[in-house]
């Protein structure tokens, strides 16, 4: 019986405070040296969406058990059964990864791949738990 399998992303990571460092970095540039309105008119939006990023913290990810995936989209959950599940298909793109539940009952789930770990992470995981996993 494997414990628990838990992979979270939220939206302040490293990545996003960086940014949001960033921005407030012009910020003080564009009123120190009196920035035109339309240098206003391009930053203000990109700004607005990095600080509600922050703000907000959206959560991304899965809870695997020896019974059920739970995948977390931003406060929304998806709930399977393992047993439900058949295969999962995973293509690696050179630029990004498409996962795709393939259930029992011959639906087919993309997944949001900032949801997932990475693909021997998320391989190794889902193969203790009896799910084939396919990687093309």
Same mark, same amino acid.
């Given at each position: ?10 939206t302040? /990571? ?20 009196? %920035?035109?309105?339309?240098?206003? %008119?391009?930053?203000a ?27 977390? #989209?931003?406060? %929304? ?5 393992? /047993?439900a ?8 793109w050179?630029?990004? #990864? ?22 021997? %992470? ?12 396919e990687?093309?």
């Amino acid at each position: 019986m494997a414990d628990a399998y838990t992979y979270e992303r939220t939206t302040r /990571s490293p990545v996003y405070l960086a940014a949001g460092g960033f921005c407030v970095l012009l910020l003080v540039l564009a009123i120190l040296l009196g %920035a035109p309105w339309w240098i206003w %008119a391009v930053w203000a939006p990109v700004s607005a969406v990095v600080f509600y990023l922050l703000w907000a913290n959206k959560s991304y990810g899965i809870r695997l058990t020896d019974t059920e995936l739970a995948i977390e #989209t931003d406060g %929304a959950s998806q709930r399977f059964a393992l /047993s439900a599940i058949d295969h999962l298909h995973v293509r690696d793109w050179s630029d990004s #990864t498409d996962f795709e539940l393939h259930l029992k009952d011959g639906t087919e789930v993309s997944v949001f791949s900032e949801n997932m770990p990475g693909i021997q %992470a998320t391989r190794t995981e889902f193969e203790k738990r009896g799910v084939r996993v396919e990687v093309s």
